[in-house]
């Protein structure tokens, strides 16, 4: 059977997470940061690394059958493309901001300025279907010094601490995107069998890192108080301890529930609790 391609970025803030996610589904390949193609050994899948720009539209052309990138290059490119899996890392929101000093109020308030920045598509578009008319400035990089310069009265750039904006004396005003990494594929790839191989363990790595395996001991009589706790188990496992009346009871608990649950947990009786990473969920 031939290989299938996947582009991935080849440096930059989303290279290595997604080449730890493909690590992670098993993969095994070498990562050498000169070339350009890699094979992996143990699974029929060859790796492209790419500029991310590119990525949508060799994906879109068959040059490549899958990708994974930012879903904000995803809608600049416009590429036609079929999402098939978010990822869930290299959040950011692409927002317009303005200077500090400006009194701007509202999406209003932008007609007729001018607004620096490198993603003029999916600001026409914004801009469009909020009625507004503005000067959209296109420029490659450093679109955040463009107001200081005097080249614009505000810009619309990717935001995700805040921290260039700030040190350059803007102020976010609207979000016009949130985005995160995408695997994307070619038209009419999603039912490959090594696509749905695939995804069955990129799907069983993300479960994982929302889950958190927990072994804690509490007393016979509080067992009971401990399970209602857990709802989505329906039976944990629970192992006698050598203490007699005493049992260790194992159990997974999602990432986003984790404090609240663990304090209710020592509230009710559970003692020595340790609390360990989980690497796949196979469902
Ligand atoms: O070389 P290549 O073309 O492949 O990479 P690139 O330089 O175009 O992109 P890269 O590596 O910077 O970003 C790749 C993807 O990461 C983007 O397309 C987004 O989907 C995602 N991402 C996540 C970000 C950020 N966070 C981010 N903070 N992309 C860019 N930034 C930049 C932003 O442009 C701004 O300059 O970081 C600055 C803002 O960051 P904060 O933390 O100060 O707000
Ligand atoms: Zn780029």
Redesign the pocket.
């Known amino acids: 059977m031939k290989n299938l391609k996947i582009a991935i970025q080849k440096s930059?803030r989303l290279n290595e997470k997604s080449v730890q996610l493909l690590k992670n589904c098993g993969l095994s390949f070498e990562n050498y940061k000169s070339s350009l193609m890699t094979t992996v050994a143990n699974f029929a899948l060859e790796i492209l690394f790419l500029?991310?720009?590119d990525i949508p539209e060799y994906v879109q052309d068959g040059i490549a059958d899958l990708g994974i990138v930012g879903e904000n290059?995803i809608n600049e490119t416009e590429a036609d493309v079929t999402y098939l899996q978010r990822l869930g890392f290299g959040r950011c929101t692409l927002k317009i901001a303005i200077p500090n000093q400006s009194n701007a109020q509202e999406l209003r308030d932008l007609e007729g300025k001018a607004i620096a920045t490198s993603y003029p598509v999916i600001l026409k578009k914004f801009l469009d279907s909020n009625g507004i008319h503005a000067d959209i400035r296109t420029i490659s990089g450093s679109v955040e010094i463009s107001p200081g310069l005097g080249l614009s009265d505000a810009i619309c750039d990717i935001v995700s601490t805040g921290g260039t904006l700030r040190s350059n004396g803007l102020k976010p005003f609207a979000d016009v995107l949130s985005s995160e990494a995408i695997l994307i594929g070619r038209a009419g790839i999603a039912n490959d069998p090594i696509v749905l191989e695939l995804m069955q363990r990129i799907q069983s790595v993300l479960r994982a890192q929302e889950t958190k395996y927990v072994v804690l001991n509490v007393e016979r009589d509080n067992l009971d108080a401990i399970i209602r706790l857990l709802p989505g188990v329906k039976s944990p496992t629970v192992v006698p301890l050598a203490e007699e009346n005493w049992v260790a009871v194992h159990t997974a608990i999602a990432e986003q529930d984790f404090w609240d649950k663990i304090n209710k947990l020592k509230a009710a009786g559970a003692q020595g609790i340790i609390v360990m990473p989980v690497e796949k969920i196979i469902i």
């Open positions: 930059g500029r991310d720009d290059v």
